[in-house]
């Protein structure tokens, strides 16, 4: 049974996109530095993974909500996310984000500076695991907020290193740990499964962090993100 004038959800992935598409037109507006980014990947062949516009405004809501000043991505691809935290910490605020692809981080470097926000952004290239290791043996100041959106297979090992590079408070999002129901379908093995698996379980039994995990419907189908809490 449905509410009174709400209808029964037999919603396809066309209306996830047409309400998408409202939210942004209705609460956001165009943004000429995003949109160049993505047609600035488009045209340099870089895979359409960046988060939507609509989640990617909301990292900026919780970086700007902890007053965070330090971030650390996993995962730069052409800068879309990285854009939208490098406003969420402010002028004075830093982002460091790892990425493995030279050419991605050669993209995503002419677009965080076109959007005028480049003296904040650290773009480190190499394997994440790597430069999370290096950013602790260097005593890098410790992230407020950490934001996992690479390769799914490490994020377990990613949380566990986070653990050196942050504080009591900091917040942790991890994208894509949904993944059209992977994670709970007893018949998906594959690897990246096991890693979402493996990362949620670790957020589940870590005394070192609370968190939740929140499914999403959007232009990016059936997914959603896991956020944690530094105790
Ligand atoms: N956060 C971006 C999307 C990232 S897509 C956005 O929302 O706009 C994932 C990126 O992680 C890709 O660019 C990929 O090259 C990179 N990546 C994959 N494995 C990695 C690794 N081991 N270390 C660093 N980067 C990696
Ligand atoms: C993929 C990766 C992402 O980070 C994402 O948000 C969506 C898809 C992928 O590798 O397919
Ligand atoms: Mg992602």
Not at 1 to 27: F, K, R
Not at 121 to 139: F, K, M, Q, S, Y
Not at 203 to 218: C, E, F, K, P, Y
């Amino acid at each position: 049974m449905s509410a009174p004038g709400i209808a029964e959800d037999n919603s396809a992935e066309s209306d996830w996109l047409a309400v998408d598409q409202y939210l942004v037109d209705t609460l956001l507006g165009a943004d000429p530095s995003l949109d160049h980014a993505l047609a600035a990947n488009a045209e340099a062949g870089l895979p359409a993974i960046d988060v939507s516009r609509t989640n990617g405004e909301m990292l900026g809501i919780l970086v700007r909500a902890i007053g965070a000043r330090r971030v650390l991505e996993v995962g730069t691809l052409g800068g879309f996310s990285t854009i939208l935290l490098a406003r969420g910490v402010g002028p004075e605020g830093a982002v460091v984000s790892c990425e493995y692809e030279p050419k991605h981080a050669q993209i995503a470097r002419s677009n965080i500076d076109r959007a005028g926000v480049g003296d904040r952004v650290d773009i480190r290239i190499g394997a994440a695991l790597d430069t999370l290791a290096a950013l602790a043996d260097e005593g890098a100041e410790s992230f407020d907020f950490v934001f996992l959106d690479a390769d799914k297979e490490n994020n377990a090992n990613y949380l566990e290193r986070s653990m050196a590079l942050t504080h009591p408070g900091s917040l942790i999002v991890v994208d894509n740990v949904i993944r059209r129901g992977a994670a709970a379908d007893p018949d998906a093995d594959d690897a990246r499964t096991r890693g979402t698996r493996a990362a949620l379980a670790w957020l589940g039994a870590d005394d070192r962090v609370d968190a939740t995990a929140i499914q999403t419907v959007g232009t990016k189908g059936w997914d959603g993100f896991a956020m944690a809490i530094v105790r």
